[in-house]
T-cell receptor, first 109, second 114 residues
Framework: GQNIDQPTEMTATEGAIVQINCTYQTSGFNGLFWYQQHAGEAPTFLSY??LDGLEEKGRFSSFLSRSKGYSYLLLKELQMKDSASYLC??????????WGAGTKLIIKP | ETGVTQTPRHLVMGMTNKKSLKCEQH?????MYWYKQSAKKPLELMFVYNFKEQTENNSVPSRFSPECPNSSHLFLHLHTLQPEDSALYLC?????????????FGPGTRLTVL
C-alpha cells in the first residue's frame, strides 16, 4: 500500500534549526512536496523535490533520497511564526498526492 | 491570498439537511480537487476534476456529490450526512491534474454535523 510517515509533533527553540523527516512508499513516484499549514488556514506550498539532493530556498531547505524513500525539511533561524503543521506529500504514478498526517512544530522563545 | 476561495467558511448542519460547499479559483487552472481533513489524519482526496471531467472518486459515500460546471468553480453537495463527516473540507486547484503541478488550496470549510 501507499504510506507516508512523519513525526506527529516536534518542539524547537526560536533561532535554532529543526529537521522534519518524512519517509514514503508509493506506487511510482513523481516527486515530493512540503506544505505549511497554520492553524485554521489553508496549506501553502513550500517545496518540491523530484531529483536527489538538497534544494535551498531562504531559511527553508528540502532534501530527497529516492533510493531510500526519504525526505526532510530543514528550517533555519526559527521564528515564532514558523509554528505550524508541516505536511509531507508524495506524488504517485497517477499524479495523486499521498499525504502524511503532518508534523506540528512548536517554537518556544 | 492564494487565489482559491471557499464559502461558507463554517457550516453547522443536521443529519437531515441539504447544503452545498462552493469553491472558486482565480488562477486559470484546469484541475480542481476536494479533500477532507480530519484532526491528526492525512488529507483524504475525495474527488478530482480535470478539464471539467471527473477523473477520481476515491470511494466516497454517495451522500457527497460533486459538481464542476466550469474549470473555475467546484461544488460539493451534502445530504443526510453523519456526525463522522464533521471535518475541514479543503478545495485545491492546479494547472493540470495529470502532471506534477503544485496544488493551491483554499481556506477550507469547517463542517460540523449534529
Amino acid at each position: 500500500g501507499q504510506n507516508i510517515d512523519q513525526p506527529t509533533e516536534m518542539t524547537a527553540t526560536e533561532g535554532a534549526i529543526v529537521q522534519i523527516n518524512c519517509t514514503y512508499q508509493t506506487s511510482g513516484f513523481n516527486g515530493l512536496f512540503w506544505y505549511q499549514q497554520h492553524a485554521g488556514e489553508a496549506p501553502t506550498f513550500l517545496s518540491y523535490n523530484v531529483l536527489d539532493g538538497l534544494e535551498e530556498k531562504g531559511r527553508f531547505s528540502s532534501f530527497l533520497s529516492r533510493s531510500k524513500g526519504y525526505s526532510y525539511l530543514l528550517l533555519k533561524e526559527l521564528q515564532m511564526k514558523d509554528s505550524a503543521s508541516y505536511l509531507c506529500a508524495a506524488m504517485d504514478s497517477n499524479y495523486q498526492l499521498i499525504w502524511g498526517a503532518g508534523t506540528k512544530l512548536i517554537i518556544k522563545p | 491570498e492564494t487565489g482559491v476561495t471557499q464559502t461558507p467558511r463554517h457550516l453547522v448542519m443536521g443529519m437531515t439537511n441539504k447544503k452545498s460547499l462552493k469553491c472558486e479559483q482565480h488562477l486559470g487552472h484546469n484541475a480542481m480537487y476536494w479533500y477532507k481533513q480530519s484532526a491528526k489524519k492525512p488529507l483524504e482526496l475525495m474527488f478530482v476534476y480535470n478539464f471539467k471531467e471527473q477523473t477520481e472518486n476515491n470511494s466516497v459515500p454517495s451522500r457527497f456529490s460533486p459538481e464542476c460546471p466550469n474549470s473555475s468553480h467546484l461544488f460539493l453537495h451534502l445530504h443526510t450526512l453523519q456526525p463522522e463527516d464533521s471535518a475541514l473540507y479543503l478545495c485545491a486547484s492546479s494547472q493540470d491534474g495529470q502532471a506534477t503541478d503544485t496544488q493551491y488550496f483554499g481556506p477550507g470549510t469547517r463542517l460540523t454535523v449534529l
